[in-house]
């Protein structure tokens, strides 16, 4: 009888265990994706040391392919209104609805691809340590975004002019990473 009692005190011990870990690693993920705030987004906007040569750099970069990714994305909107058209139908023509799926997903690889290629090019212009900061930044900026919180970290209230300059053309690369 005390052996069971030992065993059954120890399934409860590690029920208990396992169930503040749980709750534990659910607490400590959870704060992991809320904003870390203006403090942190400009500490690594500070260690990122961006010169005015890497910013033209990367403007080109971004600029390069410009084009050629908006009409993707344009088109992508007009193949996904063909496919709703083709749905309202009271027949619809799936063949017609699959191949204009298959339209779109060309476009997509088309974006997807352009997106990659920046960010190696930029990645070679920055190095891994100063794009991994750019990753984090980025990975900032959408959090801020979806709590409401992105002014709150991404303010340039109170900086010098050169840093608030410098501040603003990160800012558009960043929302072309995003």
Do not use: C, H
Not at 25 to 43: E, F, I, N, T, Y
Not at 97 to 120: D, M, N, P, V
């Amino acid at each position: 009888m005390e052996v069971t009692m030992r065993k059954s005190t120890r399934k409860i011990l590690t029920a208990a265990v396992v169930f503040v870990l749980f709750f534990a690693s659910a607490a400590l993920v959870s704060a992991q994706m809320r904003p870390m705030g203006k403090d942190a987004v400009r500490g690594w906007f500070q260690n990122l040391r961006l010169t005015d040569q890497e910013l033209q750099e990367i403007a080109k970069i971004i600029e390069a392919d410009e084009a050629e990714l908006a009409r993707a994305q344009a088109e992508i909107k007009i193949i996904q209104s063909k496919i709703a058209r083709l749905m309202l139908e009271s027949a619809p023509d799936l063949d017609a609805i699959k191949e204009e799926i298959g339209k779109s997903a060309e476009y997509e690889k088309t974006i997807k691809f352009i997106q990659i290629k920046r960010q190696l090019e930029v990645k070679k212009v920055l190095g891994e340590e100063r794009w991994q900061t750019v990753l984090m930044l980025v990975r900032e900026a959408r959090v801020s975004e979806k709590f409401g919180k992105f002014a709150d970290s991404f303010s340039s209230k109170g900086m010098n002019p050169k840093d608030a300059d410098r501040w603003g053309r990160m800012m558009l690369m960043l929302k072309r990473f995003m």
